[in-house]
């Protein structure tokens, strides 16, 4: 048996487990029938993919709401992919989910490709467009541009999906335009310089940890003298 994909080293990693039926297998079965081809293990991947789905789709009834989350990348292969998730609430358990759906390659990154890869996917996956009440992108023209931007056309199909910025993608342009000023960089060093000052010491990091677990240390509540102690 070949070992050079991950799907064979896991495999492997069963059988020096104690997996005795699936070495049985791999061993004494038939060559032309140990399923351990590129092309079944493409078909295992897609058995779980469509699984996965349906246990995702399965939550859903005739009136459950939800919003969409999209983002582009470019992959190891230089493919261009949008990357489809959806936010609801189970109408069962009363959580809140939020659920990877799907990776759509796109050629174009245009406002009406983009609208159009994921209209399609919503109605692929039979979700009604009616029920979509959001839809959160980055701050990219073609993306939240009001009046030709994906979200402008997405909510012609989908009247209630309001748009709003992405909070990771705000999040990290705050912390970018943060990082602009002196006081936050010197905030950052100093930081960084007294983590250093510990951890390059075996005897200043026992010296904190006993200064942290001291009983009589109250100034310190249990919450933050476990997160001192994880640094």
Do not use: W
């Amino acid at each position: 048996m070949s070992s050079g994909s991950n799907f064979i080293a896991l495999l492997k990693q069963r059988i020096d487990a104690g997996d005795h039926l699936l070495q049985n297998h791999l061993e004494k079965g038939c060559r032309n029938s140990t399923y351990t081809s590129s092309s079944i293990q493409n078909e295992i991947i897609e058995l779980i993919r469509e699984y996965i789905l349906s246990s995702i789709l399965g939550r859903f009834d005739p009136s459950t709401l939800y919003s969409i989350i999209v983002d582009g990348s470019t992959d190891s292969s230089n493919i261009e992919q949008l990357c489809l998730l959806i936010r609801y609430v189970d109408p069962h358990s009363r959580e809140i989910h939020e659920d990877f759906l799907a990776f759509l390659p796109t050629i174009s990154t245009t406002d009406e490709a983009i609208a159009d890869h994921i209209l399609s996917s919503l109605k692929r996956y039979q979700l009604p467009l009616n029920n979509c009440i959001g839809q959160a992108y980055d701050g990219a023209p073609n993306m939240s541009g009001i009046f030709n931007g994906c979200q402008a056309i997405i909510k012609q199909s989908c009247p209630d999906a309001e748009y709003m910025h992405c909070s990771s993608h705000a999040l990290n342009l705050s912390l970018i335009d943060s990082c602009t000023s002196r006081f936050i960089r010197n905030m950052f060093g100093i930081i960084k310089s007294v983590t250093t000052f510990f951890n390059d010491s075996a005897k200043r990091t026992h010296a904190l940890k006993h200064e942290i677990e001291r009983p009589d240390n109250d100034y310190l509540i249990l919450s933050k003298k476990k997160r001192l102690l994880s640094l």
